[in-house]
């Protein structure tokens, strides 16, 4: 089943609008070409600000994805005077708003270029926001019909060390999340995270790892699967192995009690649901692209989570659709926990796992101007890329260590089978710059290929 953005418009915002449109009167096609006039978009401002990370996350993220800190804040005016207001992570989105989109936008009825997802997130997030408050309505009530009063979120870090782990989900726990999403890294001892992180947890505390498929292959993934599946916390592994092994991925369902979770596309939706590879789906790109997919996911009766990463601007976008998708029951990530400012003046709440789902105009929140003052930045002219030096070491002396070589998440472009598979003990850490010839001389030969010390 799939929707087009006309199907979506015609039941969603044209439906909605058909009051304005009713009625025998010329007052009343008056009133309607007005309304209609109010929804073209007047003025659109972008704000680039960089958000610091909370310590702990810190440690790992500068290791990583140092520019995950870069967000861009688009405000939509409209000539109704209505302000609409969304957010890009500028380098990590499935599509951030050029200059040419917001050019083409200027004029145009924010009703009807919404469901674009060629927008990109801050603007397409910024126009449900804007034509939703002209309308004094919830963004849900423009997606669809609410089945959710309130929404599973996920405390999200990336793969860091046990303690770092441990001490994250205690905080997790504290502030009333139930769920865990990390990474599952061979440069990392996952059987001491999840021991150590299941220590500070209690067992109804679920905790996701995602392997991005780094266990290479069912026959070496299944073992240390199986080891892990034995903490009542965990409760999905993402991406084992490879997606396009579908007979893989039948082994590992087949193998291991725990749900599998998969990116929704690859491979195709109708082959991963046939051929069952998988328990569930990872969804989120743009609001068209996830409301399709969370039709065929409810066709097939599977669960997914929300996937859409940002500061708490897009993780409160994000409850508006687990309002209105009814196998959006799976913990959404949203990453917003790593960053010290929400960028709202009130912080998403969170009880027993769940948030609610806004039901005031647009998004249903109001932006931090004081805190966006304090934290903007001229726009990079790319993606920042400070030198970064990791040293991976073994517990038999050995060592190995990486320079970032600008892809995101680069260590993965050494991970798959260039390096030692998963080990007990192995852990990871940055080396600091300390601007001696030869951190500089490590540095380069790691930059070109990993440079492996033996004992």
Not at 28 to 52: D, F, M, N, Q, W
Request: hydrophobic share 40%; aromatic share 10%; charged share 25%.
């Amino acid at each position: 089943m799939s929707f087009s953005r006309r199907d979506f418009l015609k039941a969603g915002v044209l439906g909605a609008s058909a009051f304005f449109v009713a009625g025998p009167s010329g007052a009343g096609v008056a009133l309607a070409a007005k309304k209609h006039r109010s929804l073209e978009i007047a003025e659109i401002e972008r704000t680039t600000v960089k958000v610091p990370y909370r310590e702990t996350p810190a440690r790992s993220m500068n290791r990583e994805l140092p520019h995950w800190r870069y967000s861009e804040i688009c405000e939509v005016t409209l000539k109704s005077g209505h302000v609409g207001f969304g957010e890009t992570l500028l380098y990590y989105t499935w599509g951030a708003p050029t200059d040419e989109a917001v050019k083409q936008s200027i004029g145009k009825n924010a009703a009807e270029i919404m469901w674009s997802d060629e927008l990109g997130a801050g603007l397409q997030m910024a126009c449900f926001d804007a034509v939703g408050k002209a309308n004094d309505a919830p963004v849900h009530a423009l997606l669809g019909h609410k089945v959710h009063d309130k929404t599973p979120l996920s405390w999200w870090n990336i793969d860091t060390s046990a303690e770092d782990m441990a001490s994250e989900c205690t905080e997790a726990y504290k502030q009333g999340y139930m769920a865990y999403k990390t990474k599952g890294r061979p440069w990392f001892d996952v059987w001491e995270q999840v021991d150590k992180a299941a220590k500070v947890v209690p067992d109804n505390f679920k905790i996701d790892m995602d392997f991005n498929d780094t266990l290479l292959d069912a026959k070496r993934g299944i073992p240390i699967l199986k080891d892990l599946e034995k903490y009542p916390q965990v409760q999905i592994f993402e991406t084992p192995i490879p997606q396009s092994d579908i007979a893989g991925n039948q082994a590992i369902c087949a193998a291991t009690d725990v749900d599998i979770a998969m990116h929704y596309g690859n491979p195709k939706p109708v082959i991963a649901i046939r051929e069952k590879i998988c328990d569930g789906f990872i969804i989120g790109r743009g609001a068209s692209f996830t409301m399709n997919g969370g039709a065929v996911s409810a066709m097939a009766d599977m669960p997914f989570w929300l996937q859409l990463v940002g500061t708490s601007i897009t993780a409160t976008y994000s409850l508006h659709f687990g309002g209105v998708l009814s196998h959006a029951t799976w913990p959404a990530v949203n990453c917003h926990q790593l960053y010290t400012h929400t960028l709202l003046t009130k912080p998403i709440v969170v009880k027993d796992g769940f948030a609610k789902v806004p039901d005031g105009p647009g998004l249903g929140v109001e932006l931090d101007r004081d805190a966006i003052a304090k934290l903007r930045v001229p726009k990079p002219k790319s993606r920042p890329e400070p030198k970064r030096l990791l040293l991976t070491t073994w517990p038999d002396g050995r060592k190995m260590y990486v320079g970032n070589t600008g892809r995101v998440n680069f260590m993965l472009s050494v991970g798959r089978g260039k390096m030692p598979y998963f080990e007990r003990g192995v852990t990871t850490t940055l080396v600091p710059d300390d601007g001696s010839s030869k951190w500089q001389e490590i540095y380069e030969k790691a930059r070109k290929a990993p440079l492996m010390i033996k004992p």
